[in-house]
């Protein structure tokens, strides 16, 4: 399996985007975007995890994972991205 | 260290290898999980050994006796307390 086709990837990157969180690249239309250029249409993407913070492992296995990111307990009342 | 605490300690570093593991089929030049895949393996391998020093053989492959098979000297599991 070869990821290096995410190595270096371009977010479109346009006049608006200092104007707002710079990590987070808009189209020229000014919405969103955290799709590198030339991401085909019409097609179902997931978005590849980048290192960030890990818990220590106490708190790994407490969470059931390593990557706070990826700590999303199922919470009905508050959706799944309530954080206890 | 307490058995159960060395324990709970080996399980831990075993969850945080295997998560790891998980990210680096995926991100298999991420340097800093490598990183922290070898220093979890040493830190595992490290408190396995010292769970074989002080209590003997965690797993039926860590017997180190050469006179006696000591793998059966603790109780059998359902000989274990109900705890």
Redesign the interface.
């Known amino acids: 399996?070869d990821?290096s086709m995410f190595?270096n990837m371009r977010f479109s990157n346009d006049y608006q985007r200092s104007a707002n969180n710079s990590m987070t690249p808009r189209t020229v239309s000014g919405s969103m975007s955290r799709f590198p250029e030339e991401t085909p249409l019409a097609m179902a993407y997931v978005p590849?995890?980048q290192?960030s913070e890990?818990y220590d492992?106490?708190e790994?296995?407490h969470a059931g994972?390593?990557?706070p990111e990826l700590n999303l307990p199922f919470e009905p009342e508050e959706g799944c991205y309530g954080q206890r | 260290m307490d058995r159960d605490k060395l324990f709970r300690t080996i399980q831990m570093y075993g969850f945080a290898i295997d998560e790891i593991v998980l990210y680096l089929d995926t991100h298999p030049n991420c340097q800093h999980a490598l990183n922290y895949y070898h220093k979890y393996n040493e830190l595992k391998r490290e408190a396995v050994e010292e769970y074989n020093r002080l209590y003997g053989p965690l797993t039926s492959r860590q017997v180190k006796s050469r006179e006696k098979w000591t793998w059966t000297n603790e109780p059998w599991p359902w000989e274990r307390s109900a705890d």
Do not use: G, K, S
């Open positions: 399996m990821f190595e590849m995890q290192w890990v492992e106490a790994a296995f994972t390593l990557f």
